[in-house]
């Protein structure tokens, strides 16, 4: 039925003719309203022509050829609220001078995410969070994730590691997916430019970034329906239309720096194993079977090819090595980054184009890796086609290619920590003379990593393009309608080409392998087409606004998989060298998803204070159960501006509002399907389907107020209350169950609570100094409020890595595992019992065999004997941050200091350092005698890779994210140069510079290589996060 | 007037993409990754299928890497890394199975995996036989000179196997089970009740006795292609039968718990069964893609599965049974027996952390199916040996004192024990003392040394060898009692406290939910 309505309502009203008859023109100028300066360059339009200018220097300006009749007058200017007046325009010569006042809060900037259409922030009744240029620009972040950290509140962004080229994780306010992974994580819809993106952030750059509007959870993000309960980010690229009319705007900007790791690491300096004769002895050998290793370290058997070493009888970590070497130091090398920018704008008034380039080259902290680079063309093109029709164009196109490193168990950066300090890992492999001794520690089972690095070739080229066409057309003044088509299209190849001839150590032996090749590729596009027909009308001092929008999304993924084993010829990178008995796999995987949606929505504003809006959507999708392919949400908000009512004393604006609304999150595509798996053409069955499979539904109020008080300070607060029911989760069958394993269900619910506030001070503002400040604080609690499947433990996906435990009943992020006796009382009566010595030792942990080789940690059990109890959370107390900027004559200082309260990290890093007794912490050099430990003490803490809470380590931190200072030359201070150049712009900028924490990895902003990153705080031997100096130089032409 | 017919052309570009879009608002997408089950059954060739795909299952689960953990438990091999549960299956004093929702995968898979595995494997079987019922099936002949009908039976004798071997299997290694068939009616197959592992193995045997007697009408009929790697040309009414024959047998000696247990196997129908059981290896052959044995593999790696010291000590009295504890190194063996050298290698080295307890080392691997290392899962990866199927004729002999069969017995053991070990003969007259007997569970150790599913651990319980607080056979999963809403229980472990009592797991009221909701 509305689609019929909206179809008629097309038809009808492009039903219609033009007429022109005399003209006139439109002269004045536009000044401050406070002090009467003029505004050069700011811009004047006719709403209803689309036709306008700018002032010039002097703030006058001229338009002519106006037909005869009555208009309205837009006036805007950068930094000041923007007017519309209607103007009755006569034959001849008009004035019309105008005054604009500063708009210090931002109250009246335009925010367009889930609302009806442009609404200013000082109207809004739910959360948009908003980051504009200005706040980009100083620091420019490689993708978009980075853009947000620490700059708004309730945004949670997690960089799990350094990995150039890879996008940090979003979390919006509270989880909202439980079993991160199967029905989706926490990630928000991102939308740029009215694209939807279906692939990741990591190619889109931030230079071009206009400003990113940030709706937090299901109160505000209603609008989009079933993929909008983890909120909505919405980014808009910057278009000529900003500048002012008749300009040409061209800016460079290259930017050139200096990566290294922030933070050694506390490694064993020294050894457990025997030196002496004495020792040899002591630990019942005899000496003249043993001979000095070459490295002059520990002794070793002689006459062997499998030479043992010996563990000292007392299994204490305090021998020195002969040689030592710096791994992390050989492994980690301080790599460059390059970042050049190209963009021309131009504004001719009935069309404008921005074009841009960029290009990044980021090459990493890890010895023999390339890193990442990108380079990215965009086009923004508007064009004015006749009165009331407007069309725009967007287009973006990226490639980049990344030099992929391995992270977790058996990747470089284990062995980078494991082996041991007297190794000289730049030694030549004996076998072949290639570069690096493959096993160049016999006593470690990992192989040297540079070997690998060197060796195995993995890159992952990606092509990506975003593009969006959109018409516009105004019949009249009250009624728009708009039609917009938009594509994301990702094309990916990765490849992993073992050469013939790689080693792998076995021991002090090497095998050598035939080589292999695997290429795996995929092509998403996602296609998304919308219609919508909005009405507009003030009807005295109420003010209603309809809008009815009908969204049609169409997904296609298409992977395959190749897979070659045994070369039969070396250094060729092609199937056909394989042997002919070697193996061949192949894979493929496909996927669509469509949907349709319809939606309408209304804002009434009565008296511009109070403000109500409602909204109702239905959303269809593939994804759903055949038997819930349709599903409805809807918002309610309100907002009252008291001070429009009531003035109270320096109190500049006062906002109450409420919203409650509802979204949703989508399966993934095969969760409702009836599956087999299929392997050499033969099926076995696998999940059984559910036609009543339906997206999680999350339903948030949010109450807030927003303050802008002393004509300086503006701040803004929610508590927002968030429950997504119906999780989707795999729930087992039993082996009954007909050979099916497992059914996607609707099977749990989450509660999570954030209180978030922010305050923003322009404490300085004149003509030649400005100091703000912003802080934003958030504080996030989540629960598993009901669970229909059996408690279980998640987590990255690496080996031993499911440390967080799901159950109803129990926050969601905490660590369950074993915990150590740290006090007798403790001790079970069956370990009482047991006729054992315990003793509390001098690091707080009681211990059988106290002072002896084979001192031991006690696990903690109860008396029915569980073992596993909570070890850890990783919710943090709070998250704050503050940015500063200061601004005077030119010269510029800008930081943004971030920190979060509380909140744990498992540290598998640690533990496995300890099996490996590679840790600070077991070297006992230095230690006093009687508090000397064996290294079997620590092997012990390992607890052979169980959780323990040995390794749940405080993930506090307070880190100095950004600095940047520069100082920028305007035209009259550049002199001749001046003639062609509008400004230059030198700074010089940090990243990461500084972290206050007491956790004990390389970087407390650490997390799993897998699933729900925001969540699983987890320290597994990923690429660390690391340290940045650059120096930049931007011109304006 | 070149604005106003850009004006029309737009309204038909808008309104042509509007009905346009209405037009492909179809919201029934397929999952083309998926056949469906129509797809799957569309064919006899489809049909057959799914008692090919029923040997691929119980291979792999029969092979998979929870094995080590196992092994590891019953003194075969040892390793203290924690993988695949291996460290706290060989802890000394035993501990323990940690049979809970909340263990580590490596532990759960110990229980879930031979669980999940054979019923997987019995599904398909058992889905194969309801369609021949249903549908009253004559399935096309793939094989020349075979006749459809006969070729049907070949299958349906090949599903009765699968039945046979993945019901016997859960009865070897589980406490208790579920039993269905083809003939269950689907109403009651939520409602099923475990039966004790004893039962389990009856209906197993029932089940071979039916592959038995139709395989022995199959005169000049082979079994199919792509049925088992390696025996395309298996015969129906001579091998096939010969195996079953062999595969009865084992489950009845294996299958026994204590001493007690394998005093009270029916050894007389042992020893008839051996008589006409396999003269044959029954090794299926490695093909890289379903056929490989990760045990193998993983046992042929130098530094992730040793030999325990107790296997040592058998080749060598002169080696400690248990690796010493006071640092020493027992060094290299030397035995009468040629399998030291030819089967196990001796690396001089000790690959484990000696803080998780010394008892874990050992200096010796095993070497005796290298090949199949090599190769990358190639080559026959022994199942079932002829030299097991003579060993438990002679020990039936033995057992039952059939004074008329001494000599045929210990011809049997020395086929192995001199033309492999090279040791001195067994004669008639061992019989008379333990020496034979005491000859045959050596040869059971050393020459069927990491061949087929459960016959170490078999022999360790049923002989009584096991450590205190060994698993003599595991629990259900615990993911399978919750869902069935049993309460959690565990073996194993010298005092085995644990888990035991109330369980906080038992208590997640939504699950009837569930249960009525998914019917199974």
């Known amino acids: ?1037 | 007037m070149r604005n106003l017919k850009l004006i029309h052309t737009m309204k038909y570009i808008i309104v042509g993409s509007l009905l346009f879009s209405f037009a492909c608002a179809d919201l029934a997408v397929e999952n083309e990754n998926s056949p469906t089950t129509d797809q799957v059954l569309s064919s006899p060739e489809d049909i057959e299928s799914l008692v090919q795909t029923s040997f691929i299952q119980w291979w792999q689960t029969e092979t998979a890497l929870y094995m080590n953990g196992v092994r590891v438990g019953q003194d075969i091999y040892t390793s203290s890394w924690g993988n695949f549960d291996m460290r706290n299956r060989g802890e000394e004093p035993r501990i323990a199975y940690n049979n809970s929702p909340t263990a580590d995968g490596g532990a759960k898979s110990l229980a879930e995996d031979p669980w999940y595995g054979f019923y997987g494997a019995l599904v398909q079987a058992n889905d194969f036989l309801k369609q021949l019922n249903e549908r009253s099936l004559v399935l096309p002949s793939q094989e020349a000179n075979v006749s459809d009908e006969d070729y049907t039976k070949m299958v349906e004798a090949a599903a009765y196997l699968m039945q046979g071997l993945t019901i016997g299997n859960l009865g070897l290694y589980f406490d208790q089970a579920l039993i269905f068939d083809e003939e269950t009616p689907d109403e009651e197959l939520a409602s099923l009740e475990f039966i004790p592992y004893a039962d389990v193995l009856d209906i197993a045997d029932a089940k071979l006795q039916k592959a038995s007697d139709l395989a022995a009408t199959l005169s000049g009929v082979t079994l199919g292609d792509n049925y088992i790697s390696g025996f395309d040309d298996m015969t129906m009414d001579e091998e096939f039968v010969e195996l079953i024959n062999t595969l009865r047998a084992r489950f009845m000696v294996l299958g026994a718990r204590s001493s007690t247990e394998n005093d009270a196997v029916d050894w007389g129908t042992v020893k008839t069964l051996t008589e006409d059981g396999i003269s044959y290896d029954f090794s299926p052959m490695g093909d890289d893609q379903f056929w490989y044995n990760y045990t193998l593999l993983y046992a042929n790696l130098t530094n992730w599965l040793r030999v325990d010291q107790r296997v040592i000590n058998l080749m060598d009295p002169s080696q400690p049974s248990r690796y010493p504890t006071d640092g020493s190194n027992p060094g290299e063996a030397t035995s009468d027996d040629a399998r030291l050298e030819s089967d196990f290698i001796y690396y001089g080295n000790e690959p484990f952390q000696s803080a998780r307890g010394q008892y874990y080392q050992s200096q010796y691997g095993s070497g005796r199916y290298d090949e199949h290392l090599f190769a990358y899962a190639g080559g026959p990866m022994a199942h079932t040996l002829k030299a097991e199927n003579d060993l438990m004729f002679a020990e039936a002999v033995a057992r039952t004192n059939d004074t008329g069969n001494y000599t045929e017995a210990a011809n049997r053991i020395n086929e192995t024990r001199v033309d492999r070990g090279s040791l001195t003969p067994i004669t008639s007259a061992d019989f008379a003392t333990s020496a034979a007997l005491d000859a045959i569970l050596y040869e059971r150790e050393i020459e069927l040394f990491h061949s087929g599913f459960m016959q170490d651990m078999g022999d360790q319980r049923r002989l009584g060898k096991q450590q205190p607080g060994s698993m003599i056979h595991y629990p259900v999963p615990a993911k399978e009692l919750l869902i069935l809403q049993k309460e959690i229980y565990t073996f194993g472990g010298t005092s085995n406290a644990k888990m035991k009592g109330d369980n906080p797991f038992n208590t997640i009221k939504s699950l009837d939910k569930l249960r009525e909701e998914v019917k199974f």
């Open chain 1, 1 to 1037: 039925m509305v689609k019929k309505l909206l179809l008629t309502a097309l038809l009808g009203l492009f039903v219609g003719g033009f007429a022109y008859a005399q003209t006139g023109t439109l002269t004045g100028s536009i000044t401050d309203a406070k002090t009467n300066e003029t505004l050069p360059a700011a811009n004047i339009l006719v709403v209803e022509l689309s036709k306008g200018t700018s002032t010039d220097f002097d703030g006058n300006y001229t338009i002519t050829d106006i037909p005869v009749g009555t208009y309205t007058i837009k006036a805007l200017f950068v930094g000041y609220s923007p007017i519309e007046q209607t103007v009755e325009v006569t034959s001849g010569r008009n004035v019309l001078n105008v005054q604009l006042n500063p708009d210090t809060f931002g109250l009246d900037e335009i925010v367009v995410t889930g609302v009806i259409s442009g609404t200013p922030k000082k109207k809004l009744a739910f959360t948009v969070s908003d980051v504009s240029a200005e706040d980009i620009e100083k620091v420019p972040s490689s993708d978009i994730s980075g853009a947000l950290q620490g700059k708004v509140s309730g945004v949670k962004v997690v960089q799990a590691g350094g990995t150039p080229g890879s996008a940090a994780s979003i979390r919006l306010r509270g989880s909202t997916a439980i079993g991160g992974g199967s029905g989706g994580d926490q990630e928000p819809l991102i939308i740029v430019d009215g694209v939807i993106l279906e692939g990741t952030l990591a190619d889109i750059p931030t230079q071009n970034i206009k400003t990113i509007e940030v709706l937090k959870g299901a109160s505000a993000a209603s609008l989009y329906g079933s993929r909008a309960a983890n909120g909505v980010i919405q980014i808009f690229t910057k278009r000529g239309s900003e500048l002012a009319i008749g300009k040409t705007n061209v800016i460079v900007r290259n930017e050139v720096g200096y990566s290294q790791l922030a933070k050694d690491l506390n490694l064993a300096k020294h050894h457990a194993y025997a030196r002496t004769a004495e020792e040899l002895t002591a630990a019942g050998k005899n000496p003249a079977d043993y001979e000095m290793d070459p490295t002059g370290s520990y002794m070793i058997e002689s006459n062997t090819s499998n030479p043992g070493r010996v563990t000292k009888a007392d299994g204490i970590a305090d021998n020195d090595y002969g040689t030592m070497y710096n791994q992390v130091e050989r492994v980690y090398n301080p790599g460059s980054s390059i970042n050049n920018f190209v963009s021309v704008s131009r504004n001719l008034g009935t069309a404008n184009m921005s074009l841009s380039f960029s290009n990044l080259q980021e090459s990493g902290i890890i010895e023999e890796t390339d890193g990442y680079n990108r380079q990215n063309v965009r086009i923004n093109l508007d064009q004015n086609i006749a009165e009331g029709l407007d069309i725009s164009a967007s287009g973006s196109y990226s490639q980049s290619s990344n030099d992929v490193v391995t992270q977790g168990p058996g990747s470089p950066f284990w062995g980078a920590l494991f082996i041991q300090p007297n190794i000289d890992l730049y030694a030549n492999n004996e076998e072949d003379g290639s570069p690096y001794n493959v096993n160049a520690d016999p006593y470690v089972i990992e192989d040297n990593p540079l070997y690998q690095l060197a060796a195995v070739d993995r890159t992952r080229d990606r092509n990506r393009f975003l593009g969006n066409l959109n018409l516009k057309y105004r019949p009249i003044q009250s009624v728009l309608l708009e039609s917009s088509y938009s594509i994301d299209r990702t094309y990916q190849i990765y490849e992993r080409w073992t050469p013939k001839g790689f080693l792998s150590a076995d021991g002090f032996d090497t095998n050598v392998s035939k080589g292999s090749l695997y290429r795996s590729t995929y092509e998403n596009v996602a296609q998304n087409l919308s219609f919508t027909a909005g009405y507009n009308e003030r009807f005295d001092e109420l003010t209603v606004r309809l809008k009815a929008s009908y969204l049609l999304e169409l997904s296609d993924y298409q992977s395959l998989s190749a897979t070659g084993n045994d070369f039969a010829i070396a250094g060729i990178k092609s199937w056909d060298a394989i042997e002919s008995d070697g193996v061949k796999t192949l894979d493929n995987y496909t996927s669509e998803v469509r949907s349709e949606n319809i939606f309408a929505i209304a804002s009434l504003d009565y008296k511009d204070r109070y403000i109500a809006d409602f909204l109702v959507r239905q959303d269809g999708s593939s994804l759903f159960g055949e038997d819930e392919r349709y599903n409805m949400y809807y918002r309610v908000s309100g907002a009252y501006r008291l001070t429009e009512d009531f003035q109270i004393d320096n109190i500049n604006e006062w906002k109450l509002r409420v919203s409650y609304g509802t979204a949703g999150l989508r399966p993934p595509f095969a969760a409702q399907y009836l599956t087999y798996n299929v392997s050499g053409g033969l099926p076995t069955k696998s999940t059984l389907g559910n036609p009543n499979l339906k997206p999680a539904l999350s339903k948030e109020l949010e109450i807030g107020t927003n303050i802008e008080f002393l004509d300086r300070f503006s701040f803004e607060t929610s508590y927002s209350t968030t429950t997504t029911e119906d999780q989707i989760l795999s729930v087992p069958l039993p082996a009954s169950a007909g050979g099916f394993s497992s059914r996607y269900e609707n099977a749990g619910t989450i509660e999570t609570n954030t209180f978030e506030a922010s305050l923003n001070a322009l404490l300085i503002s004149d003509r030649d100094k400005s100091l703000s400040v912003t802080v934003n604080f958030d504080r996030t609690r989540q629960e598993v409020t009901q669970l229909d499947v059996a408690p279980f433990f998640q987590g990255p996906g690496t080996q031993n890595s499911s440390v967080f435990y799901v159950a109803e009943g129990e926050t969601y992020g905490v660590m369950y595992g074993n915990k150590w006796v740290t006090d007798l009382s403790q001790l079970s009566t069956a370990q009482q019992n047991s006729g054992t010595v315990y003793e509390l030792n001098n690091e707080g942990y009681v211990v059988t065999g106290k002072g002896t080789n084979s001192e031991a940690p006690v696990k903690m059990e109860e008396e029915d004997g569980n073992n596993v109890f909570k070890i850890g959370d990783v919710n943090p107390d709070f998250n704050t941050s503050i940015a500063t900027n200061f601004d005077y004559k030119g010269f510029g200082v800008y930081f943004l200091l971030d920190a979060k309260i509380g909140g744990d990290i498992y540290n598998q890093t640690k533990a496995w350092l300890f099996r490996e007794a590679r840790h600070g912490e077991v070297d006992q050099a230095g230690v006093a005698d009687a508090d000397k430990k064996p290294k079997g003490y620590f092997e012990a803490f390992y607890n052979a890779n169980n959780t323990s809470d040995y390794f749940v380590e405080d993930g506090t931190y307070v880190k100095l994210r950004e600095v940047a200072l520069s100082y920028e030359f305007s035209k009259d201070k550049l002199g001749v140069v001046g003639n062609v150049l509008e400004s230059a712009r030198v700074s010089v900028i940090g990243r990461n510079l500084l972290t206050i924490t007491n956790y004990s990895g390389f970087d407390p902003e650490v997390a799993g290589t897998g699933g729900d990153i925001t969540n699983f705080a987890f320290d597994g031997y990923s690429y660390p996060n690391f340290r940045t100096f650059s120096a930049s130089l931007e011109l304006r032409f």
